[in-house]
């Protein structure tokens, strides 16, 4: 009696480990990754430095760290988040990808599933050797760091990352030019949320991702380190609030994508 084997395709495990070949397969990921730990530890140590020149607005290692992440290391993790799909376009690869898992939405979140992990494990390393730097160039200068702040900061930082990798993914889906992408991802952090907070009133810009992240790093009542002001909600909701925006970029940048010809 002759059997016969059939073998079945890789389903979404085979999609996810296809996705991290991927990611680590490049080099942009290794440039984005590593230019985004220099940022922040550079950051780290000129704010430490200026701490024990002048206490004139003293602030702790988990306020230096959230600070460097919100001025400069989130743009790192922007660009790997936003290259991991319109690069694919790029060089005409969604072609490949799609004739191998031919499932659009398991694309997506194969990508998602890769991604994820990976940012929110990048901003707890970030996060731990940021304020390990900061607090070491201070010394007794500057606010005390409670073990409580600190570890609100580690997963703070760790969430939005991964939320903010998350929300790249859906709008570069949408868009499909690394450029047109990054443009918006800037506009929707930074410029959109300080316009409007001079015509709808200063709260406003904390309803929106790259703020309510940076509020999502720091404990419940305590003052923002780079606007100087409280957030109107506990720290849990800022990062509710970014997981909202990323899972919106998720739906529509789906929907194009299953509408779209690669």
């Not at 480990?17 to 990611?23: D, F, G, M, Q, V």
């Not at 230019?35 to 020149?53: D, E, K």
């Not at 900061?153 to 990054?182: D, H």
Request: with cysteine.
């Amino acid at each position: 009696m002759t059997t016969t084997q059939v073998h079945a395709g890789g389903g979404f495990s085979g999609a996810v480990a296809s996705e991290w070949t991927k990611l680590w397969s490049v080099r942009a990921t290794w440039w984005c990754l590593s230019s985004g730990v220099v940022l922040i530890l550079g950051f780290s140590v000129i704010l430490g430095v200026t701490q024990r020149i002048s206490d004139d607005r003293p602030v702790g290692a988990h306020g230096v760290a959230a600070t460097g992440a919100f001025y400069l290391a989130q743009f790192a993790v922007v660009a790997l988040a936003t290259l991991f799909i319109t690069s694919e376009y790029a060089s005409g690869g969604i072609r490949s990808t799609l004739q191998w898992v031919p499932v659009r939405s398991r694309v997506l979140a194969a990508k998602s599933a890769v991604l994820a992990p990976v940012l929110f494990g990048y901003g707890v390393v970030l996060a731990l050797a940021a304020m390990a730097l900061a607090s070491v160039v201070m010394g007794p200068h500057g606010l005390p760091t409670s073990l409580g702040a600190g570890m609100t900061t580690v997963l703070g930082m760790g969430a939005y990352f991964a939320l903010l990798g998350l929300l790249c993914l859906g709008i570069g889906t949408a868009l499909r030019s690394a450029a047109g992408a990054m443009v918006t991802v800037f506009v929707l952090l930074l410029m959109l949320p300080l316009v409007l907070a001079g015509f709808a009133g200063p709260d406003v810009p904390n309803y929106f991702p790259g703020i309510a992240g940076l509020n999502g790093m720091i404990e419940t009542g305590a003052r923002n380190p780079v606007f100087d002001g409280v957030a109107p909600y506990a720290s849990w909701v800022g990062t509710a609030i970014c997981a909202g925006w990323a899972a919106a970029a998720l739906v529509i940048g789906g929907v194009v994508f299953k509408r779209r010809d690669a």
